[in-house]
């Protein structure tokens, strides 16, 4: 009877015995699982992070036409006489009175910009660019509030003319009073801090003098 007592008493803790390394094994899978998603959500932390940082602030797919004249705080900007400082680049379709796409003999020359008077005789070197207006019409036509918009719009590459993906672009005309036509410079004023003039389809940085 004794003998048979310490037999099952023996069995009994060999069960024990063999069940408890399988717990611990649960339990260790358990916390590998949850470090593991903890891993998983700071990923994509982390990437939702670095998404927004290249979402544009505002998402308009497209150029608002606005067709109007200039607001003053771009007036007050605009104003002046500036330099040509350096070229930027072209347009994807191009129609330019200058050499394309390497002849450009225009950086240092100056024109001026006032509210009754526009005189763009200093590009001596290439006659078509050369205008000289009383009472000019400034015109406000598009307002860009991205790069990608921008690019939409105007067929050119935003990055060699410095245009980052949240500039807003203002694209600016000029015409003659007396005849209401237009002439071939324009601009594109970038977050009211740069001036990038256009002749037809290649792109320059202007500083004012």
């Known amino acids: ?10 069995i009994m803790l060999l069960l024990s015995s063999a069940c408890n390394p399988s717990n611990n094994s649960v339990e260790n899978v358990t916390v590998s699982k949850g470090a593991e998603t903890s891993q998983t959500n700071t990923a994509s932390e982390h990437e939702s992070e670095t998404d927004e940082s290249i979402i544009p602030k505002n998402t308009a797919e497209y150029c608002d036409g606005v067709w109007t004249n200039l607001d003053s705080e771009t007036e007050k900007f605009l104003y002046g006489t500036w330099k040509v400082e350096k070229l930027l680049g072209f347009a994807n379709l191009y129609n330019d009175a200058s050499e394309y796409p390497t002849g450009q003999k225009i950086i240092g020359d100056e024109f001026i910009i006032k509210k009754d008077f526009f005189s763009s005789k200093g590009l001596k070197n290439y006659k078509d660019y050369q205008h000289e207006l009383k009472n000019p019409i400034y015109r406000l036509e598009f307002i860009c509030y991205n ?13 060699p003319l410095n245009i980052n993906i949240n500039d807003k672009v203002k694209y600016i005309v000029i015409n ?3 005849t209401k036509l237009g002439i071939p410079l324009s601009f594109f004023i970038v977050n009211n801090d740069r001036v990038i003039l256009l002749l037809e389809a290649t792109s320059f940085e202007l500083k004012k003098a």
């Open 1 to 10: 009877m004794k003998k048979g007592l310490m037999f099952c008493i023996t």
């Open 147 to 159: 790069s990608d918009s921008f690019y939409r719009l105007f067929k050119t590459d935003p990055d």
């Open 176 to 178: 003659d009073s007396s």
